[in-house]
C-alpha cells in the first residue's frame, strides 16, 4: 500500500506560519493523513520526535562535494543518524560542477562523484541501508537529466532511484518517459508537481531554457500527477508519495490541499 509522507523542511515552516510548536504541528500533519517525513541530514533538530507523533522517518538526504573531497565522516554521520531516526533510506547528492568548468573537468569531477556514491553505498549496505539518488533540479548538478542519472546508477549497481516528479522538467525532459525508464529501481518518490502553463504563486524555479517552474499543491499544476499514481500503482510500487512543494506561499495551506488531492487516489 502506498503511503503519504512530506518533507520536515515543510513541516518546521508551517510551525512558524500557524505561530504553534513543532510538535503541534506534527498533529496537524498527522491528523491532515500524513505518516512519514523526510528529513534533511544538515537540518534534523526535532525530528526525533516525529516517532511520537506516529509519523515515521521516510529517508535522510544529504548535499555532498564529492567534486572536492571523499569525506568519510559525513558518511558515517548520515549512517548514524538514519539508524538513529529509525529509516532505512537514505539520499545522496553528490555534489555539483563549477560555472565555467570544461568538459574534461567534468567527466573528472563526475568520475570522483562516482567514487563517493560507491563508498556510500558500501557503508549503507553494510548497515542495512538503501541508498538512492534523484534527478535535482540545478544546471551544475550531474543528475539533473536522464542521462546524468543513468551515469550513477550504471557506477553504482545496487544504487536505487528516489524519482522525484517535478524535476526532469527542469531539464526539458518527459517525466512519463523518465519512470519508463528508472520503473524498476524506483523505491521511494518525491510526490512534486509543478506549475507552469501561468503564473503561480511562492519562490519560482527559471530553467535552462527561460521556462519558469511555479511551487503548487500536489494535484494543482501541470505535471501529470494521476497518470504518475496509477503507473507506479500497476508496478506494484509500495512505498511513500512525499509532498513536496519547497517555495510555497503558503507551507501549512499547501499541506492540506496536497493531502486533499492525495486521499483521494492513494
Known amino acids: ?69 571523499l569525506d568519510e565522516s559525513l558518511m558515517e554521520e548520515h549512517i548514524r ?30 568520475k570522483r562523484m562516482a567514487e563517493g556514491m560507491n563508498r556510500l553505498y558500501e557503508l549503507a549496505s553494510q548497515n542495512g541501508l538503501v541508498l538512492t539518488i534523484e534527478d535535482y533540479d540545478n544546471a551544475l548538478s550531474p543528475i539533473a537529466t536522464i542521462d546524468g542519472m543513468e551515469y550513477f546508477l550504471a557506477a553504482v549497481p545496487g544504487l536505487k ?22 520503473a524498476d529501481r524506483i523505491v521511494h518518490v518525491h510526490f512534486k508537481d509543478r506549475l507552469y502553463s501561468r503564473n503561480g504563486s511562492g519562490d519560482p524555479c527559471k530553467c535552462p531554457d527561460g521556462s519558469v517552474l511555479w511551487p503548487c499543491a500536489v494535484g494543482e499544476g501541470d505535471i501529470p500527477m494521476e497518470e504518475i499514481l496509477r503507473r507506479l500503482k500497476r508496478n506494484g510500487y509500495s512505498g511513500y508519495v512525499m509532498a513536496e512543494f519547497f517555495g510555497a506561499a503558503s507551507y501549512s495551506d499547501t499541506l492540506k490541499r496536497s493531502m486533499e488531492f492525495l486521499r483521494e487516489r492513494v
Open 81 to 110: 543518524l538514519a539508524k538513529y531516526l529509525g529509516t532505512d533510506k537514505i539520499m545522496a547528492i553528490p555534489g555539483f560542477f563549477g560555472e565555467g568548468d570544461s568538459e574534461s573537468i567534468r567527466r573528472e569531477k563526475r
Open 161 to 182: 532511484v528516489a524519482f522525484d516528479t517535478g524535476n526532469f522538467k527542469y531539464s526539458g525532459e518527459d517525466v512519463l518517459t523518465a519512470e519508463k525508464v528508472f
Open 1 to 69: 500500500m502506498i503511503k503519504t509522507g512530506t518533507f520536515f523542511h515543510h513541516i518546521r515552516q508551517a510551525a512558524e506560519e500557524r505561530g504553534e510548536s513543532l510538535e503541534q504541528t506534527f498533529e496537524y500533519v498527522h491528523e491532515l493523513g500524513y505518516v512519514g517525513a523526510e528529513v534533511d541530514a544538515d537540518d534534523h533538530e526535532g525530528a526525533e520526535l516525529l516517532g511520537s507523533h506516529d509519523i515515521a522517518v521516510s529517508s535522510i538526504y544529504r548535499n555532498y562535494a564529492w567534486q572536492d573531497s
